[in-house]
């Protein structure tokens, strides 16, 4: 009997396997060149005996929403991810797309506490049902490793874990720490961390960890927890003592997982958290790195694993790990906080925990489907193609010698864990190994609302100025007829729709559009002489389904070596129109999505001649006898093409 005749949440019976390996951000060209090579030689086995094709990605080509893809069978249209930034129309206000986290609303306020009524809650902000759900309903039994876009992760009967979107214990997506008595260092806030300045007395440091916003005191101040670090006076070396644990590091060394528990309210009010030090340097200055305060998977603070227990057994069977989404902390060495060889030993201590889980699941699978998640191709990747890319304005040659085979290691790790799955494949399994997106350079940024400015799209209030700093700051909305938000979005400045719409709806706004993708087509760098934009979407043609309509209405497709400049993301104003990109975060693929396909690998042969993410979660439930869910628009990849679709 077929599962999908069988009754709901029946014990499945079947010995079909399904062994998926996600690996956010492998490159068909890079795959392909390090296969030639003889670098990896698996994947090369693997594409010899089954097949190898191009995958395509989301429109936009970003993970978040290619990723949700892949989980729903059905494009932004259908899930509602747009980006990793979205806005209220009505406020403006930007938020974080696939999650949403919030402290209790109402409290009874005694003296300086603040005593909450109810609980927080954080809430999913994907729509669409997960494939995992539907084989849960036939009673197909799966695991899911981190896969992004599941946090919370929803309700399911198998495992899962939470992956990219889970934030750090502070409510972040990731907020490290950097403790300095060098007066040269600024102190305050950077992007993705915060500079603490502390003094040396007597060779000793005394300074506070920063924990989760107490919700419990009045104003919701962040809580703190005390930490001292006694400086041996003539080695570079120096002891840390947290809430009873001691320790020693050197100079250049890491500690391990850290436990920390902030006092919320006396007495019964305790969160759990866990953190990694750092020394960068002892003498003549102090220079303590703290890692963003993960939640203990032991005792999490916020769900993040199904059942909720799941993740204090692979702590029980592999050792802590990080739990926050983005685990590798491209903030600290873009702000210079880290260098190239210290960032790389943290990254390496991510892929480290996921490979240590890995050997401790997969060798458990027997039945149904396993999908693991790995990361580190596309973070190490963003940081480091400057260094293997003599084309590149962040091109070093000193630290190309040193670390210009860096992303190659990385490949080269993912290829020892699929050696580890090919030999468990037999006659039952079918095998996907799949990236979300490709990759390319990025040696120039677009900042698409100084370009919307200097073309009269965007007013701004008389008298005031360009901000280069503040999103949407003095912008005259009754003269404003579109703006840029995220990475690839445009939005038409829509009468009804936006707070101060100005532009009706229909033809005027088709018209708008119309001559806005004439233009943003046009445009040209001159000291490259190409161009910087090669295709420019239109929402109602790119998505279907329910909330087509709630994104941006045009998705702008940068060339390769072009992508939006970081300010213009969250819509301001820097002074010039493209300008190189001189941050370490030197790759990317949020671009023209036919420009950076992903990958796509079976030990079957693929029958579909342009698969695509959305064809993913189809596949799947076909692989077990399940017919695609309503609203997912494609099909299995080992399915040939029928009626002029794919």
Request: aromatic fraction near 10%; proline fraction near 7%; include cysteine.
């Amino acid at each position: 009997m077929l599962p999908s005749c069988r009754s709901e949440r029946a014990e499945w019976q079947g010995q079909q396997r399904v062994i998926i390996l996600g690996i956010d951000g492998m490159d068909p060209q890079l795959l392909r060149q390090f296969m030639r090579e003889g670098k990896m030689p698996n994947f090369a086995k693997l594409a010899a005996d089954g097949d190898f094709r191009e995958l395509t990605t989301s429109i936009p080509p970003q993970s978040p929403v290619a990723w949700s893809n892949l989980i729903t069978g059905m494009n932004a249209g259908g899930h509602g991810i747009f980006d990793f930034i979205h806005r209220d129309p009505k406020t403006l206000e930007l938020y974080f797309s696939a999650s949403k986290v919030e402290g209790p609303r109402h409290a009874i306020h005694l003296g300086n506490w603040a005593i909450p009524l109810g609980g927080g809650s954080a809430e999913q902000l994907r729509k669409g049902e997960a494939f995992w759900q539907i084989l849960d309903r036939h009673g197909i039994p799966n695991t899911i490793f981190r896969i992004p876009s599941n946090f919370p992760p929803v309700s399911a009967q198998g495992e899962t874990l939470s992956g990219m979107g889970t934030p750090d214990l502070r409510g972040t997506y990731g907020t490290f720490s950097f403790y300095t008595d060098d007066p040269a260092t600024a102190a305050g806030a950077v992007e993705g961390g915060q500079i603490i300045p502390v003094q040396v007395q007597n060779s000793r440091v005394v300074a506070n960890l920063i924990g989760p916003d107490n919700t419990f005191k009045r104003g919701a101040p962040p809580a703190t927890e005390s930490f001292t670090v006694s400086l041996d006076p003539l080695e570079a070396a120096a002891k840390i003592s947290v809430q009873g644990h001691d320790f020693v590091l050197r100079e250049g060394e890491w500690s391990g997982w850290t436990p920390v528990q902030f006092q919320l309210i006396p007495f019964f009010g305790n969160v759990k958290g866990m953190c990694r030090f750092y020394l960068k340097q002892a003498h003549p200055r102090f220079q303590l790195y703290v890692s963003p305060i993960n939640m203990d998977p032991a005792d999490p603070a916020l769900p993040i694993s199904t059942p909720s227990n799941y993740s204090q057994l692979l702590t029980d069977e592999a050792g802590e790990f990080h739990t926050q989404g983005i685990a590798e902390d491209t903030k600290a060495l873009s702000d210079g906080m880290l260098d190239d060889n210290e960032y790389l030993q943290q990254a390496r201590t991510v892929l480290a925990e996921h490979r240590r889980i890995f050997d401790a699941e997969f060798p458990k699978f027997n039945r149904g489907l396993f999908f693991f998640y790995f990361s580190s191709l596309d973070l190490n990747s963003h940081m480091f193609w400057r260094l293997m890319d003599a084309k590149h304005p962040e091109y070093d040659a000193a630290l190309a010698a040193q670390n210009g085979s860096a992303i190659e290691g990385f490949y080269r790790q993912i290829d020892q864990v699929l050696g580890e799955v090919l030999p468990k494949v037999d006659s039952h399994t079918t095998l996907l190994v799949l990236s979300d997106h490709g990759f390319a350079p990025y040696y120039r940024s677009f900042n698409l609302n100084t370009w919307l400015l200097n073309n009269g799209y965007i007013r701004l209030k008389d008298g005031a100025i360009a901000d280069s700093d503040e999103p949407l700051t003095n912008v005259d909305w009754s003269q404003t007829r579109a703006y840029g938000i995220g990475l690839n979005g445009l939005y038409i400045n829509l009468r009804g729709r936006e707070k101060n719409g100005v532009v009706e709806p229909g033809t005027a706004a088709d018209a708008l559009m119309n001559e806005i993708h004439g233009k943003l087509l046009a445009v040209k760098d001159a000291k490259a002489n190409l161009p910087v934009i090669t295709r420019v979407d239109f929402a109602s043609e790119a998505y279907q389904g329910p909330y087509a309509r709630s994104g941006p209405d045009m998705l702008v497709g940068y060339n390769r070596g072009y992508r939006a400049g970081w300010k213009t993301i969250l819509g301001s104003f820097p002074p010039d129109e493209l300008e190189d990109n001189t941050n370490p975060w030197s790759g990317d693929h949020c671009m023209d999505y036919t420009l950076v396909p992903g990958v796509l690998l079976s030990n079957r042969k693929i029958d579909a001649t342009t698969p695509a993410l959305t064809d993913i979660a189809p596949t799947i439930l076909s692989e077990f006898g399940i017919a695609k869910a309503q609203g997912m628009i494609g099909q299995s990849v080992f399915q040939r093409a029928t009626n002029g679709s794919r």
